[in-house]
């Protein structure tokens, strides 16, 4: 369980830093 979570928490930190033009 707690591997899934931190799977999807990783998730959300990506799409974020996508979404914020973050990748350079």
């Not at 369980?1 to 350079?24: E, Q, V, Y």
């Amino acid at each position: 369980m707690a591997t899934i979570s931190i799977t999807l928490a990783s998730g959300h930190i990506n799409m974020a830093t996508i979404k914020s033009g973050g990748r350079s």
